[in-house]
């Protein structure tokens, strides 16, 4: 079992910056990729971006390149999203998500095996 858990969540002024993380634990650590998704009331789960735990490729929603930066720490066993220029749009809780199995698709949410409890990101106009 894998437990990812987020923190690094909260209010923040537009155009402000935050920098999220996700540490994981579990009897066995073999992730294939981490990934970050969001999700606002009334809307749908949302890919914001997933690193590949072996090589470090990155990968980005099309909207969301060039203000969010993913990567990780092997040796910490985590994964950080940094986002800067927030705007009120990016309200919503971000969740982190694991998966250990190959997939050739990891912009899609259920190809993700574990997921955290999420972190708020509140930003104000």
């Known amino acids: 079992q894998v437990q990812p858990v987020e923190s690094g969540g909260g209010m923040v002024q537009s155009g402000g910056s935050l920098r999220l993380s996700c540490a994981a634990s579990?009897?066995?650590?073999?992730?294939?990729?981490m990934g970050w998704f969001r999700q606002s009331p009334g809307k749908e789960r949302e890919f914001v971006a997933a690193?590949?735990?072996?090589?470090?490729?990155?990968y980005y929603a099309e909207s969301m390149e060039g203000r969010f930066t993913i990567s990780r720490d092997m040796a910490k066993n985590a994964a950080y999203l940094q986002v800067s220029t927030l705007k009120p749009e990016d309200t919503a809780v971000y969740y982190c998500?694991?998966?250990?199995?190959?997939?050739?698709?990891?912009?899609?949410?259920?190809?993700?095996?574990?997921w955290g409890q999420g972190t708020q990101v509140s930003v104000s106009s």
């Open positions: 690193i590949r735990w072996a090589d470090g490729r990155t």
């Open positions: 998500a694991v998966t250990r199995f190959y997939s050739e698709d990891l912009y899609q949410w259920s190809n993700y095996m574990y």
């Open positions: 579990g009897r066995t650590w073999s992730p294939y990729a």
